[in-house]
């Protein structure tokens, strides 16, 4: 592994930057680790990663990577066909030989350059993916780091394996008017076993890291990110694409997001999402479910991830008339969202385990009829949402198991589910149920939802604490292990036993570390 440290020009803080970077990954062989000076760098356009460097890192060193382009802005003018370089715009006198355009709308735009004006024509350096009719949107506009996406050009093939980008923060500086599918911080297309480490994207025109991958079953994309911050984006966090396979997201935070913290797209599958916080957004997971006439999101797993404070609901599982299979959120916290907690649609086999889901403003669970297996909801604790705990147009595969269910508006649980082993007020049959007040109270993290020793709901569950894996957990003020029967509702981990995950959020209402539970 060469690790490539030339200067190739003076940098810092002029419009132009990326001819710097792109010259040193232009320099770059596969496996190179590729470290930039620490400063302040002004892009006048993307930073591309080469296509077929593979397996190469780029180190931002701690930089700041900053837009300050203003963005031109137009439309397409006439009807122009997939595949051409000559696109004639309503007027071009904003343009410049050089400057890279978005042309198009949402995930039907494409990444250019442009290579020669003349009059209102732009002539292109690729040719266009994708149709560009009439009146389409065309605005100065481009990721920060491109991979794939400038070089794209409607083929399956993998562009990249293995790009590497760490440690620094990319922002923009100039508002911008119009959502731009694909372009953010990060932008990967027809890449795969890519990643991203400890980056921060800050007001983004559309996704802070955007991932369109279009690989199939056959080719899974094994992507990962960690320690990653997205604020102000004006779409998404963090958007995973079409054919997401095998990929990890972990130790993010993402705020203030327009759209959605983070959206899985379609064939999003088998993916691992552990200690997320997502805030302040449109709603918080978006997605989930089948879209485009393409098959679901199945098979990911949430663990240790808190959406609150949203403008929508929480986790959304709605989308078109495609079944996702497997899909399981586990010790996470639900709360103060503007929609429901869980918004469930032809979603199958979906788990919540030791969830604590509160005040939002619909139901904490919310499933309608066109699921058709078993949704299963265990060792949770739900209360005070607006339109009720758990409710289901679909009674028969409702399972409702060792759960504390309280204080919701409408309905605690919908009559007729299975529900079992699970305290609920007003009281409700089946095996195990009890009516009795968990005294809830606040405990060691700030939660509102511990319960003091020698409650009713305190070893009442359905089987050992050990054959459930809450054993090294707590229910308790008083921070006691639930060693014996399980107790129901929701489980926290004694603070005593966190060590060095003892980091804290603060909101209005709570003082929490992080995964909380």
Wanted: glycine share 12%; aromatic share 8%.
């Amino acid at each position: 592994m060469r690790v490539l440290h030339r200067v190739t020009r003076l940098m810092g803080g002029f419009l132009g930057d990326e001819a710097s970077f792109n010259d040193r990954l232009g320099d770059a062989s596969d496996g190179d680790y590729i470290r930039m000076p620490n400063g302040l760098y002004c892009l006048n356009g993307p930073i591309i990663w080469p296509q077929g460097l593979d397996n190469a890192t780029l180190d931002l060193n701690g930089s700041v990577l900053k837009i300050a382009v203003s963005e031109a802005a137009t439309t397409v003018s006439g009807n122009h066909a997939p595949g051409v370089t000559d696109v004639t715009l309503a007027d071009a006198s904003d343009f410049s030989v050089g400057d890279w355009i978005l042309l198009g709308i949402n995930q039907y735009s494409d990444l250019r350059q442009i290579g020669n004006i003349v009059g209102n024509v732009v002539t292109l350096t690729l040719a266009t993916n994708f149709t560009q009719n009439n009146s389409y949107p065309v605005r100065r506009q481009f990721p920060a780091i491109s991979v794939g996406y400038h070089a794209w050009a409607g083929t399956a093939t993998v562009i990249t394996e293995g790009a590497a980008i760490k440690n620094g923060t990319i922002r923009w500086d100039v508002p911008t008017t119009e959502q731009s599918f694909w372009v953010g911080g990060l932008s990967f297309i027809r890449s795969r076993g890519h990643s991203a480490d400890n980056i921060k994207i800050y007001n983004s025109p559309a996704e802070g890291i955007t991932d369109q991958t279009y690989l199939g079953a056959a080719n899974p994309v094994n992507a990962s990110y960690a320690n990653i911050h997205t604020e102000g984006c004006n779409a998404r966090g963090i958007h995973v694409g079409s054919g997401w396979l095998n990929g990890s997201i972990t130790n993010a935070t993402i705020k203030d997001c327009t759209i959605a913290g983070i959206y899985l797209c379609d064939n999003c599958n088998n993916g691992v999402y552990t200690d997320i916080e997502i805030s302040g957004c449109g709603m918080g997971i978006e997605g989930m479910a089948g879209s485009n006439g393409s098959a679901s999101d199945s098979n990911n797993t949430f663990t240790r991830v808190n959406i609150h404070d949203n403008v929508g609901v929480g986790v959304d599982g709605v989308h078109a008339a495609f079944i996702a299979t497997g899909n399981r959120f586990e010790h996470c916290q639900i709360w103060n969202n503007g929609g429901h907690g869980f918004e469930l649609e032809y979603q199958d086999s979906f788990e919540l385990f030791n969830c604590l889901i509160f005040d939002n403003t619909g139901a904490a669970v919310s499933i309608d009829a066109n699921s058709t297996t078993a949704i299963d909801v265990e060792s949770c604790s739900i209360s005070k949402n607006d339109a009720g705990g758990v409710i289901s147009a679909n009674l028969g595969i409702t399972n409702v198991k060792d759960c504390i269910i309280r204080g919701n508006g409408v309905a605690e649980v919908t009559a007729g589910c299975n529900v079992t082993y699970s305290n609920i007020e007003g009281g409700y049959a089946g095996t195990g149920n009890i009516n009795s007040n968990p005294g809830w109270t606040t405990g060691p993290t700030g939660w509102a939802y511990y319960m003091p020793g020698g409650n009713n709901s305190e070893d009442a569950g359905s089987a050992l604490a050990s054959a459930l894996g809450l054993d090294e957990m707590t229910t308790r003020t008083d921070d006691a292990l639930d060693g014996d029967t399980v107790d129901m509702g929701c489980h926290f981990t004694p603070v005593t036993s966190r060590g060095v995950r003892s980091l804290q959020f603060t909101n209005s209402a709570n003082s929490m570390y992080l995964g909380g539970v």
